[in-house]
């Protein structure tokens, strides 16, 4: 008993700083009855600070799953000093990817203009409140960087809608999207089991981690590939999403 008494705290810690925030996981969730058209993945949340290996093994994973389209929603970077060698790393993506940009991109003072070459560099668009009409996979892609922001849905289309920001899916205009992907939160990094998120973030609302109903539709919010301020994560592994359309 006293061994697992004094054991538990560590072996607690050992996950949380040791094993859980690079250990990735992929989450897939099928929205068709039918069989799938399109694989759109899902990522978000780098904050790169140097561990080029980790990088470079989220982007190795992403291509091993063999995703038609890769979404991404927001914040590449704190400190504009990793802004470069992140995207070297994320230019290797092998399918059109498509962002926008967090608030810590914004606050860090970053130029998008290579941002927008890396993402254009893969076939896909860095969004700032534009779309991406896609025929060839009949998808609008829409991403949100300030509000308002007025995009009604195109016909014929699988409309995705990307925000950083959970709490903006209901704030899309009064539109419904067949998804909203979004980040943000982390998940709040560390959460506590029946209860949840210890801490989340500004412009989060009810939305934490995992699927919502909102008024601009279904809405995804994706843990991330990385932490912000500490390097910690309990009960809330970093993942890629895949979406099975």
Partial sequence: MRLA?????????????GLEPGWLRV??????KSKPALRLLQFTDVHFKGDHAYLQSVVDRINALAPDVVCFTGDIIEDIEWLAPALKILAQVKAPMFGIPGNHDHWSGADFAPIRECFERTG???LMNERADLPQFGLNIIGV???PASFPPAEGRKNIMLVHYPEWA??????SYDLVLAGHTH???????FYGAMIVPFS?????LGQFNTLGGPLYVNPGVG???????????????????
């Fill in 145 to 147: 960087d300030r509000m």
């Fill in 187 to 193: 998940g709040g990094q560390v959460r506590v089991p």
């Fill in 170 to 175: 209901d704030k899309l205009g009064g539109f």
């Fill in 124 to 126: 896909g668009q860095w």
């Fill in 27 to 32: 989450r897939t969730i099928q929205m068709t």
């Fill in 5 to 17: 008494l004094y054991g538990a705290p560590v072996a607690l810690a050992a996950d949380a700083l």
């Fill in 204 to 208: 989060t609302g009810r939305y934490e």
């Fill in 227 to 245: 932490t912000f301020y500490l390097d910690v994560r309990f009960n809330c592994r970093p993942e890629l999403t895949v979406f099975e359309l």
